[in-house]
């Protein structure tokens, strides 16, 4: 289908190659066997050493030049048929015919390009015989430098065959390879899709199980203070409200998109937040990499699923520019705005970064699957000016 703004050219060329080749080679041989006629006609009792083209002769032209509308279906067998018809015709004493010395030229060149080498050589083993043959005939003492020339020629169009289908075959190793690969990709993204998925629903079990256990724990004392202080036991009951409100909406949010799984590991504490990221920038240059941090804007509490998200992401990005920056240092900027929470780490390093073009790795993969659930946005990718950088926004009234 031809693309919408395509030039004029383009335009032709998508045509011509939606032309049925069958078609075309139908068409060919009809303008071959029309000019093998014409020339025929032309030429009669023109010169007396060769035989006049009667109904033999037209038969043995046809034979000559109508195969190569077979040329793509059997092109071993049109070229056997063709060049047969050339020596038997030289053999009775006719004049030698252009079109169909240039249609068994066109089929030779098909049969090398179409079949397999044993083929191929048997096809230039028929056209070496029927060439021997025509100039043994020929009453006209053509020369041998003649012979070698159209040896030379028939040579070239064979060789100009084997040429295009190996390129052929090349061709289609290469696609064949890339589109493994491809799908050596894409399983890769899958399988670092769940394993992402399976990750955030152990971090979604953590939440929801801190947050039942406040809540129990805050039931339990409002129940026995119940009568005494009542005052404090609506504080809790209003905590409770608060807490299940808000492990509800994380729940909802996540659940939407994350697959069962059996997950049965892992500790009911909480998870780390953005307040920790200190303590990670203290921890990941012990490893070897100085990290500073800056905080803008006014610190508010986030729900957890965005806090701990945040979190995981700069942890990520730290960890890669780790891994691949080489020495260099790293900077993570936290910004507090009005509509959401936006993080952005850099460093200075040369080496490649995991997630960079080409490179796709399951921490970027991870991280775009959780700017996902909140319906923000990511930017990875190298800097200008050297290193890594990776910003994502996590607005407070998104969800998935």
């Known amino acids: 289908m031809t693309k919408p703004g395509a030039s004029y050219w383009q335009r032709v060329l998508e045509r011509v190659r939606g032309v049925n080749p069958h078609a075309v080679d139908a068409a060919l041989a009809l303008v071959f066997a029309a000019s093998a006629l014409f020339t025929a006609a ?7 050493r060769y035989r006049d083209d009667d109904t033999l002769g037209i038969v043995l032209l046809l034979l000559q030049t109508l195969p190569i509308a077979m040329r793509s279906v059997a092109p071993l067998g049109a070229l056997t048929v063709s060049a047969g018809a050339i020596s038997a015709y030289m053999a009775i004493g006719y004049q030698g015919m252009p079109a169909g010395t ?16 044993r083929r191929a050589i048997l096809a230039a083993a028929v056209t070496a015989a029927a060439i021997a043959i025509y100039y043994a005939t020929d009453r006209g003492d053509p020369g041998f430098a003649q012979a070698v020339t159209t040896y030379a020629t028939y040579a070239a169009g064979w060789g100009l065959g084997m040429y295009a289908r190996s390129r052929r075959e090349y061709t289609t190793v290469v696609e064949e390879r890339a589109s493994l690969l491809e799908r050596e990709r894409e399983n890769r993204a899958r399988e670092a899709v769940a394993d992402e998925r399976a990750r955030i629903a152990r971090e979604l079990h953590d939440m929801v199980g801190h947050a039942l256990n406040v809540m129990v724990i805050q039931s339990g004392g409002a129940q026995r203070v119940f009568d005494s ?3 404090a036991a609506r504080e809790s009951l209003a905590s409770i409200e608060t807490t299940g409100r808000q492990a509800l909406t994380d729940m909802e ?3 939407g998109i994350l697959r069962e799984s059996d997950v049965t590991d892992g500790s009911l504490g909480p998870q780390p937040g953005l307040a920790d990221v200190d303590a990670l920038a203290k921890r990941v240059a012990g490893a070897g990499l100085p990290v500073d941090v800056t905080v803008e804007g006014t610190p508010v509490a986030l729900p957890a699923s965005i806090d701990l998200s945040a979190y995981r992401i700069i942890q990520e990005a730290l960890t890669n520019a780790l891994k691949h920056a080489g020495p260099a240092r790293a900077s993570v900027r936290i910004r507090f705005a009005a509509d959401g929470v936006e993080v952005e780490i850099t460093d200075d390093g040369s080496g490649p970064a995991a997630g960079a073009p080409g490179q796709r790795g399951r921490g970027l993969i991870g991280m775009q699957e959780r700017v996902a659930l909140f319906g923000g946005d990511l930017d990875a990718g190298p800097r200008a000016g050297g290193g890594f950088r990776v910003r994502a926004r996590l607005p407070y ?3 998935a």
Request: overall charge negative; glycine content about 12%; aromatic content about 6%.
């Open 42 to 48: 032309a030429r009669f009792g023109d010169d007396d």
């Open 229 to 231: 202080k009542p005052d």
């Open 397 to 399: 009234g998104g969800g």
């Open 102 to 117: 240039l249609a068994a030229l066109v089929i030779l060149y098909s049969a090398a390009s179409l079949t397999d080498t």
């Open 253 to 255: 949010r996540m659940l």
